[in-house]
């Protein structure tokens, strides 16, 4: 089972967003706030560094059950970003969490780390993958 949405702007995701969290619901909703909440910092991450205000340029949620697992990819067509080293600045997401208190900004990716069972970019920091297991 697979659900997809298209957004250029953070009013057309606002707008969207309810479809996916009811659609989320049906399948893990034990864990409903876990991934929405890390659906929407990757989103957020997405309009911030990938298409920017570029409202030409589309984010692709797609949600799919598997088995036992829901698998969340979001996608764009905005640049991309050295993904692999801020993989590496956030191996352990709690330790993060407080070295950078203070900071309100750059957080997103040890929030999805905490959330997610795992993570993993691909097409050059594009593309963001995140997998949860679903309750038995």
Partial sequence: MQKSIQI???EEYE???QELEDYIGNYAAEKLHLVMYSIREAVNNAFEHGIK???SLVITVTTEISGSEIIIE???NGDGFN???KIMSVKDPDQYFIETLPST???GIAIMKKCA???SYSEGGRKLTLLFELEK
């Fill in 8 to 10: 250029s702007t953070y």
């Fill in 15 to 17: 707008t969207l967003e």
């Fill in 53 to 55: 205000s570029n409202s």
């Fill in 74 to 76: 979001v996608e764009h």
């Fill in 83 to 85: 993904h692999e080293e």
């Fill in 105 to 107: 900004r750059g957080r």
């Fill in 117 to 119: 069972k795992h993570i």
